[in-house]
């Protein structure tokens, strides 16, 4: 099971509940394999990625110059729907995880990318960094990434750092609530939607 971080597509067909989600129903699992991108991203741009949920948005600003092969990933994932229709499988006191399509913690793309993060890195509120198992070098990355809830996640700098929430860390915090202590959600959290913008 991946140490941090891992279903969807569900419509949206019952007004939100008290925790402000959606119902929507349970779409299943299944693996899903990607090429690893062939490019980085260009530093000299910015680029936006946005999670659509049942529960609500948020944006995360992506980190090319800090996590060029993690980043590039991920924006390649978004791009040809790999997240669409996938589930929040980990809720915990510090974190929030997601990008698993088999919803087992052990779901990936296929492949995996390294970047070794800096000594001080730190994983505080609202960061978006990969998970990896405790077996894989420092900075390795699939598809599974976790939002940081807490004011600093106390975690070792072993997790490569893909970004930012910059939208919606309302949402998030408000997701970081849906667990049942035992790192379960207490609600089904569905990615229905992930895109990329990009801009200057």
């Avoid at 936006?48 to 980190?63: E, K, W």
């Avoid at 729907?81 to 499988?89: A, I, S, V």
């Amino acid at each position: 099971m991946l140490a941090l971080a891992g279903c969807g597509g569900g419509k949206k067909s019952a007004p939100a509940d008290s925790s402000g989600c959606v119902p929507v129903q349970n779409p299943g699992t299944s693996a899903r394999t990607r090429q690893p991108p062939t490019t980085k991203l260009d530093p000299s741009l910015k680029y936006d990625v946005t999670i659509s949920t049942n529960c609500g948005d948020f944006t995360i600003r992506l980190d090319p110059l800090r996590s060029p092969n993690a980043t590039a990933s991920f924006a390649s994932l978004v791009q040809s729907g790999f997240y669409d229709g996938t589930l929040f499988d980990r809720i915990t006191p510090s974190f929030i995880q997601a990008g698993d399509p088999t919803d087992t913690g052990t779901g990936g793309p296929g492949y995996t990318t390294i970047d070794k993060p800096v000594r001080d890195t730190s994983y505080t509120h609202g960061v978006v960094a990969m998970a990896k198992t405790g077996v894989q070098p420092p900075g390795t990355a699939g598809s599974q990434f976790f939002v940081v809830t807490a004011e600093d996640a106390g975690l070792t700098p072993d997790y490569a750092v893909v970004g930012t929430v910059v939208q919606g860390l309302d949402v998030v915090d408000r997701l970081g609530k849906l667990h049942d202590g035992s790192d379960q959600p207490t609600e089904r959290i569905e990615i229905q939607r992930a895109t990329l913008a990009s801009f200057t």
